[in-house]
C-alpha cells in the first residue's frame, strides 16, 4: 500500500471514530407527511386540468339558435313511436337539471356530470332547464345553443326535444339516455326466447 493510501485510510478512520452503525429494522420506516400549500395547490390545478380534459363537450363557437326555435333531435335508430311519447312529455321525468343563471363553464361541466351520473343510475329521462336567454351575451340563446350542440356531442343521449308549456316550454328540454349496462343486461334477460 502507497504512503498516500495509508494516509488517506488513516484521515478516514479517524473522521469515522465516533459514528455509530444505524440499527437493523425488520420493517420500513416512512414519515408521513402533509402536503405543502404549494403541492395542494398544484394537485387541485392538475385536477381540474384532467377534468376538462375528460369533458369533451365543445368550447368552439356554436352556431346561434333562435330564442324561440324549438329543438329536437332524435338518433337513428330510435323507434318513432318512442319519440312522439318523449315529445309529449309522456315519461316520468327521472331527474332536473337547471343550468339558468350558471357560467358557461359551470354549465357545461354540469351537464356532462349530470348526464354521466344519471346513466350510471339508470335514469332514463331528464328534463333541462337552459332558460330562453333573450338577453344573454354574447349573442341572444347562447345557453340554449350550446346546450343544443352538448347533448348532440354526447353518446349517452338518444334524443331529445323542446318540453310541454308546463314543464318549461323554450326554455327546458326533455332528454332521452341510453339504458346503462345493467339494465341492458335485466332487459336481454327478460325478453329473451325459452
Do not use: C
Not at 115 to 135: F, M, S
Amino acid at each position: 500500500m502507497s504512503k498516500e493510501n495509508s494516509v488517506e485510510k488513516s484521515t478516514f478512520l479517524d473522521a469515522m471514530q465516533d459514528v455509530k452503525p444505524l440499527p437493523k429494522l425488520d420493517k420500513v420506516v416512512t414519515l408521513k407527511t402533509k402536503p405543502t400549500l404549494a403541492q395542494s395547490l398544484k394537485r387541485e390545478a392538475l385536477q381540474r386540468e384532467m377534468n376538462l380534459k375528460q369533458n369533451y363537450l365543445s368550447v368552439e363557437q356554436v352556431e346561434p339558435i333562435d330564442p324561440y326555435d324549438y329543438l329536437s333531435y332524435k338518433k337513428s335508430g330510435v323507434q318513432d313511436g318512442v319519440f312522439k311519447n318523449l315529445r309529449l312529455g309522456k315519461y316520468r321525468i327521472d331527474f332536473t337539471l337547471n343550468l339558468q343563471q350558471h357560467k358557461f363553464e359551470q354549465a357545461r361541466q354540469a351537464l356532462f356530470d349530470t348526464v354521466n351520473q344519471a346513466q350510471q343510475k339508470g335514469v332514463r329521462t331528464l328534463l333541462i332547464k337552459h332558460g330562453i336567454g333573450l338577453k344573454s351575451k354574447p349573442f341572444p340563446a347562447h345557453m340554449k345553443s350550446y346546450v343544443y350542440k352538448w347533448l348532440q356531442q354526447m353518446p349517452q343521449i338518444l334524443a331529445f326535444h323542446t318540453a310541454l308549456h308546463q314543464h318549461g316550454g323554450l326554455a327546458s328540454l326533455y332528454v332521452l339516455l341510453k339504458k346503462n349496462e345493467h339494465d341492458k343486461a335485466n332487459n336481454r334477460e327478460l325478453h329473451r326466447k325459452k
